[in-house]
């Protein structure tokens, strides 16, 4: 039990180090805000008015107070998810404007990833299982050749084919004309804009898993384990799944928590390319605009996904090996 | 009727990278109910991969190439893998050789049994676990362990719950392949006693693979000796201690000796194994043998039955022919090759000269925090010895004796908790404890290791002239023509010669003597006072071990050098060292001049380490 209340006890402290890293970056910065939104409002080179200055700040309630104060109120509003206003969605909430991206994300990608893993690790321990087969050789020369594609570069493709070329999907967006919510029209809309840039990420990202997963398991297979399960007369698929597979599926785990973790930071350049209104194009705006709140919002959020999914790897990982729990 | 009869088997690896390999070279033996078989031979030899041919677990690219096993008068040779399942565990189980590794370590044990007994018996639930219990008890473990991890038991424990899981379904025939292997002498020694005791109780039949021909003397009823892929010599355990008849077999029992002897002499095998992917003419042991005639050289010696045994020999059927006594010689006992022998004269007068390396009540205690609490670990507690110029001190102790906490603090990479230890060097005394950098470089100079592993103490991505200069460039600044005479002469003075031939090879290209060599050379580089040699014969072949125990013999008699050797085994350290320090727990239980106390141990645990050592004589 100490085990997982060890990895919780850094868990939080991790988290607490995160949270006051997010606050004190921005802070390190050269330039003020508002003076850079003025800067933006009123062009490059125009004289900046202190009063257009002041008024932003006023309204941006930049906090004038000492930083331990600036700490304890960032904090406090932390606690009741209040972030500020976004520059570029002026005057929307950054919590409304992550709101609305959110779950586009997170059911794109998620699906993805986890079909992605799903696969890759099948994929992967049928091909160490049946090494050297043609099976094997298609599996892994076609994972090593997709592994050189760039993902925007096969969403542009596919964007151009499936999109423009073949008119099957459409081109941009989330959804056309439906209503938002829980309604059949909608859902069918979400559902063809969401195809090809799940497409793009299901050609992608299994790669990793499959090769990963197949040499493991040719790895494990040479194990003495695996020598005895067979001269114990084990059927085939035990000594493939509860002996091979089992064990080699071990350091896939880890890899695929902090991968889930990651779906917050969303699919920035799938999203982009296809104009898709999840996290992912949300932050490459941020970036662009120089939009603070709304990157600072985003960034603890991706930290804490990664966090979150660090925490459930090493929770999880205790209790698939049961040497972990005892190594410390 | 026979159980097990091999025929003319032959197995064949065929990698893609390299030439064809024939591993097992028609070999035929057979094995009777209950009979216990005992299958020797170097690494190399040939005796794992047939032990795997036998089980039918041979994994690409080997394959069995020709001829036939027979098990239980059905053909198994090409049985196909459906119909061999139902054989396997119930009639033919195993314990591998590196039994660490041979459990699931993500399932408990228990379910590991569970899975065998399930698939091949009726027992379900209840049953079995019972079943479970009446295996632990018989090999004496507490049946609590049946819901531990593998990696929550002991060496010596896994290996006993592997002798269990082999049990478990009352076989009629257990491949033991080496089984014991890494354990610890004394560990190894109880286990192999219950072995043989199970199986005078239930009466299943063994073939005992091993390297180590003391063990299977002492277990075996009927022996097989392995080299370079054929069985050269098969008689009972009795017959072939009295009367060996191949040369190989002799060297064998050469490696052996008895440790109480006011002079012991072992024997090795000068040479290495034939490289079996190439074709040879004559018999493969003849350029090793001393025995050797003509007709070796040309003729490959059949297997052909001999004083009621088997041998694959033409010196020893020609000398045992009518009147061939005459022509060829008596048939000898002993091997005629290169010997070691050591006296115990030698050591009274080591026993006299100046210490170089004074240890004084030197304790360690390891302190572990975890949060607040500190657990503390007594490594080693009030330890007193000296070592001379010259001599050789022997610590002797299984593992967590403490002896190797104790080569860390006198190798200066810990410090002593309480105690200190010091160096008499050439610059005056010297505190050793916990060097950091510079200090810990200027020491090495003085102190050199030589570690147990030769297979992994060498970069394999440089030639052995580089690795060698690498000590020679660090601490004299040798450079061009005058290093490479010195690395020359490092070769040479480890008797790898001519030196040009070794100066340009990967360390991966040596035998494990070979190897060795190359290590120790590495710790003269600096010309050193002192050398910690760290077990390091303990994973070289048996026959030999003694060149190596020869060449640390020879570096103290001729270059004053003294040796700290840390070992489990009271052989060697008879043959090696003047003085003996049995270590148990961190403390010291016995100490003095070695033949003392191997003669007359006061201690109980002395004697339970002399006890282990197999002893066929």
Known sequence: ?????????????????????????????????????????????AALDQAQVEAMRAMLGTPTDSLWHQYLSYLGELIHGNFGLSYTYYPFPVTEVIAQAFWWTIVLVTVAQVLSFVGGVVLGAYAAWRRNSRFDSVVTLGSTFLGTLQVFWVSLLLLYVFGYSLGWFPTSGGYEEATPGWNWPFIQEAISHSFLPAFALLIVTPIGWILGMRNTMIMNLGEDYIRLAKAKGLPDRDVALKYAARNALLPSVTGFALALGGVLGGAILVETVFDYPGLGRLMGEAVEQKDYPLLQALMLLTTVGVLVANLAADLLYGVLDPRARRAE | MTLLDVRDLSVRYEPKASRPLDAVQGVTFSIEPGEFVGLIGESGSGKTTLGTAVLRLLQRPGRISGGSIEFNG??????PEDELRSLRWRDLSTVFQSSMNSLNPVVRVEGQFRDAIEQHSSLRGEAVTRRIRELFDMVIIDPKFMTAFPHELSGGMRQRVNLALALALDPKFILLDEPTTGLDVVVQHSILENVRRLQAEQGFAVLFISHDIGTVLDLSDRILVMYAGRIVEDQSAGALLREPLHPYTKGLLGSYGDPRDEIVKITYVPGRPPDLSRSMVGCSFAPRCPERIQVCLEEDPPLVPLNGGRAACHVAVLQRAEDGAETFGEPKRGFEGPQFVKTADESRSALTNEVVLSVENVSKVFERRRGLTVTRTQAVSDVSFELRRGEVTALVGQSGSGKSTLAKMITGVETPTQGRIVFHGPDGDRLVSGFKGRALRAYRSDVQMVFQDPYSSINPAKRLGYVLSRPLVNYQGLKGEELRERVKELLERVALTPAERFINRYGYELSGGQRQRVIIAKALAVEPEIIVADEPISSLDVSIRAEILELLNDLVKENDVSILYITHDLLSARMLSDEVIVL??????????TLGVIRAPKDDYTRSLLDAIPNPF
């Open chain 1, 1 to 45: 039990m100490t085990y997982f209340a060890r990895k919780f006890g850094f868990f939080l402290a991790t988290l607490w180090a995160v949270v006051t890293l997010n606050f004190l970056i921005p802070r390190l910065q050269p330039g003020d805000p508002a003076e850079i939104m003025v800067k933006r409002m009123a062009g490059k080179d």
């Open chain 2, 584 to 593: 148990n727990g961190g403390k010291v239980v016995e100490k003095g001049p």
């Open chain 2, 74 to 79: 059905t053909d198994i040779t090409d049985l």
